[in-house]
């Protein structure tokens, strides 16, 4: 495999996991409000995606992965509400962990990270061709 074809395979890989953080910070964003539906139940829980890096080892590439997906285990704030159906015996209720504003710095950050790496398959793409013309 040729370095433009395997700068491509890279890049790829980083679009893919990217777009697999865009998806659990989209699901983070739309649990920010989430609350538990039983007395003293637990609200939902912001989630947060880690990176691995993976040898392939048929092109020697060094390409990133999901490396998983865990739950943010951060204090969950507590507001007081006797009335809600979620409160528990001293008439509290949880909230998430989700922060509204931290989420669309991720999501940006995601989308940063993305584009750059579909650059670098358009300029692979690009060298390619050029390459192809000088040939002819």
Known sequence: MDDLTLSKTIASSGMK??????????????????????????????????????????????????GRVSRDRSQLERKYDPTHVAAGADGYVLLPNVNPLVETMDMKEAQRTYEANLNVIAVSKDMMTKTLDLIR
């Open 17 to 66: 996991a990217q777009a697999q953080r865009l998806r659990v910070i989209s699901e983070n964003l739309a649990n920010a409000d989430s609350l538990a539906k039983t007395p003293g139940g637990m609200p939902y829980r912001r989630k947060t995606v880690t990176f691995r890096n993976e040898l392939d080892r048929a092109t020697g590439a060094e390409l990133v992965k999901v």
